[in-house]
């Protein structure tokens, strides 16, 4: 049986890209070692963070 996550996620986002953008996705994320939900909160984590400052 497998262990349990500290914080399980059970939401599923999903979006519409064109062929050019997941080419772009999947050059990124081959690079980069990370997997598309990885890199995907990752980015949603720096708009967030972006979005904080200039309400400043």
């Known amino acids: 049986m497998g262990s349990m996550k500290e914080s399980p996620r ?3 986002v999903s979006l519409r890209i064109s062929d050019e953008e997941r080419e772009a996705l999947d050059d ?3 690079h980069t070692r990370r997997s598309v939900s990885q890199l995907m909160r990752e980015a949603m984590e ?3 963070k972006m979005e904080r400052c200039e309400r400043r």
């Open 46 to 48: 720096l708009m967030l």
């Open 10 to 12: 059970y939401n599923v």
């Open 28 to 30: 990124f994320v081959r």
